[in-house]
């Protein structure tokens, strides 16, 4: 896992340059208020290279942010912004076994990291995580692919190209549902054309993910949590079997 995410973090950023972080950190914000009013103190699992926690960070929270990938962390930790890094600590970890020894008023998890959970026993780990992070009444609040829309609307092959100065970035996916096992094996064929000199580098990479269900959270989360809410990603209403992204909202019993 950490020699793909190795890869990945070279044009991470660049593939998701589109990706509107400041509003997606408001929302968040505004599940956090709604919930857990004085909390100031988070703990992101899967935090990629910071760009949430930055944007958390400009919303007066003080975030500690782990990833599995060292290199995710090491930009992370380059490009963060001089006036936040008093309320930044950017942490190599996994996310399934770290113990930070203190607990935090909530802990997120963005960007669809807990469906990158594959195994029954990786996603009662992770959550395991969050409950020993977490006294009672704190809030895990995270995103995932939702069920009933992946079932829905079966994911299709889809190409996406971003550049920039130095390199332009193409790549295909093309994803093999696995209805037995809820997930989806999306198989990645990245093309990075060096500007200038127009070097080609050709990467083949299979992120599997696993799409999730009320009912299957209700059971993981059982005597830890209680299930407060479930939205479709970015609003305040209930996700339908059109809706790819949920959030769910959790508070420790």
């Known amino acids: 896992m950490t ?39 988070l703990l992101n699992l899967g935090c990629g290279t910071g760009k949430h926690d930055y944007a ?34 950017f942490l190599e970890g996994d996310i399934r076994n770290i113990n930070l020894n203190t607990t935090f008023d909530a802990v997120i998890s963005l960007f669809h990291v807990m469906s990158y959970q594959v195994k029954n026993t990786d996603l009662r780990l992770a959550i395991d995580t969050a409950d020993r992070h977490l006294d009672a009444g704190g809030l895990f609040i995270f995103d995932c692919w939702y069920g009933p829309g992946v079932l829905t609307d079966p994911p299709v092959v ?4 971003m550049s920039d100065e130095k390199i332009k970035v193409t790549r ?9 096992k809820n997930t989806v094996d999306v198989n990645y064929t990245i093309q990075i054309t060096q500007r200038g000199s127009n070097d080609v580098t050709g990467i083949k990479e299979t992120h ?10 209700e059971l993981m989360i059982e005597k830890k949590f209680k299930l407060l809410k479930v939205y479709n990603w970015l609003t305040l209403t209930k996700p339908q079997t059109d809706c790819w992204n949920a959030v769910f909202i959790l508070q420790k019993i």
């Open 3 to 41: 020699d793909r995410f190795g890869l990945y973090a070279q044009y991470y950023d660049l593939l998701y340059s589109d990706k509107n972080y400041a509003l997606e950190a408001a929302y968040v914000d505004q599940l956090i208020k709604q919930h857990a009013p004085s909390a100031t103190k």
């Open 56 to 89: 958390l960070a400009g919303l007066n929270y003080n975030i500690t942010s782990v990833d599995l990938s060292p290199e995710m962390v090491a930009i992370a930790m380059t490009h963060q912004p001089a006036d936040m890094r008093d309320r930044l600590n």
């Open 158 to 161: 889809r190409t996406k190209s």
């Open 172 to 180: 295909v996916a093309d994803p093999v549902l696995n209805s037995i």
């Open 208 to 217: 599997i993910m696993r799409y999730l269900f009320v009912p299957e959270i």
